[in-house]
């Protein structure tokens, strides 16, 4: 590894370690440099401020996502199966992360953020994220009436969860996988169930629902 990745290496292990010690805001780029043993400078350097470091974090969790979703690719299971094993290895794979989860998030959530799953500077991870949902959808998704809108609506239940297993103090996370299992299984007979003709009218108001909030966000 080069000097240069080493030093980059070791200031984003110094901020994951003080996030998760001291929280987002109770952390600076200056505890940060000393902890991981280069000069101010040479952190701001390689991160211009938090927000960079708390993007790397995110970054990290979509790598072990995107490893989740190769491992449940199986077009012979049914779409709750697949979202339930992508989502339980998913949950699994960041268990040594919870504490920094935690800590990031809780000083993310503001909806005004920047570092906010939502925000402008997130479109790209997030739109990266909708888009392994439409792969790990497969069929079930691209022949769904709604299809466009399905990988979104199951990313939004993907944060739900994460925001669940955050705060999940049970026992390896069990709270946290029931809850992955109810809500697969509940989402895979939703999907099924307005594929349904009868449905259609539902469908168009979801739809519509999809419409108005585009344009109030444009």
Not at 22 to 31: N, P
Not at 162 to 176: G, N, Q, V
Not at 200 to 216: G, N, W
Request: proline share 4%.
């Amino acid at each position: 590894m080069r000097k240069a990745d080493r030093t980059r290496a070791a200031i984003q292990q110094a901020a994951f370690t003080l996030f998760a010690q001291r929280g987002l805001h109770g952390t600076t780029m200056r505890q940060i440099a000393k902890t991981a043993g280069v000069s101010l400078g040479n952190a701001y350097y390689y991160f211009p401020g938090k927000e960079a470091l708390v993007f790397e974090f995110y970054e990290l969790m979509h790598q072990q996502l995107l490893k989740a979703s190769l491992d449940s690719v199986n077009a012979n299971q049914t779409l709750a199966t697949r979202l339930e094993s992508f989502l339980i290895q998913y949950f699994m794979s960041i268990e040594a992360f919870h504490t920094l989860a935690r800590e990031v998030l809780a000083g993310a959530i503001h909806p005004s953020s920047p570092m906010s799953p939502f925000s402008q500077a997130s479109r790209d991870l997030r739109q990266r994220t909708i888009d392994l949902f439409h792969e790990l959808g497969g069929t079930d998704i691209k022949s769904h009436p709604l299809q466009s809108r399905l990988p979104l609506l199951l990313w939004l239940m993907h944060l739900a969860l994460t925001l669940y297993w955050i705060y999940d103090l049970s026992p390896e996370k069990a709270k946290t996988h029931q809850l992955v299992k109810l809500s697969c299984r509940l989402s895979g007979q939703l999907i099924k169930i307005t594929r349904l003709p009868l449905m259609s009218s539902m469908i168009k108001q979801i739809r519509a629902m999809f419409l108005a909030h585009e344009k109030e966000t444009l």
